[in-house]
């Protein structure tokens, strides 16, 4: 019924920046809360990030001050711009809705992940 797909990863040094996004689409009514999650390797998944429709944000302390998320609901899509990215922000990136669909259900989506590699 919903999918999300993601893109924008990829291998980038220290110190630079890298732009994720992720866009919805399907049977959808509303979505409500965005947001990213990431997951290293041995590791579990971990809250980066999420947006409330309304616009409020919230963030992991580690990221704080260097990553900012955004949405645009006329497209269904979040953004998450990382800057001065460091080793350990290496991770699988996973964007996250809370999707109303058009039959009022109510559920979690997952995008299919995009890879983060960042060099020393």
């Known amino acids: 019924q919903v999918q999300l797909v993601e893109s924008g990863g990829g291998l980038v040094q220290a110190g630079g920046s890298l732009r994720l996004s992720c866009a919805a689409s399907?049977?959808?009514?509303?979505?409500?809360?965005m947001g990213w999650y990431r997951q290293a390797p041995g590791k579990q998944r971990e809250l980066v990030t999420t947006i409330t429709s309304g616009g409020t944000t919230n963030y992991a302390d580690s990221v704080k001050g260097r990553f900012t998320i955004f949405r645009d609901n006329a497209k269904n899509t979040v953004y998450l711009q990382m800057n001065s990215l460091k080793p350990e922000d290496t991770a699988v990136y996973y964007c996250?809705?809370?999707?109303?669909?058009?039959?009022?259900?109510?559920?979690?989506?997952w995008g299919q992940g995009t890879q983060v590699t960042v060099s020393s």
């Open positions: 399907g049977s959808i009514f509303r979505i409500n809360t």
């Open positions: 996250n809705m809370v999707v109303v669909t058009m039959s009022q259900y109510r559920a979690d989506y």
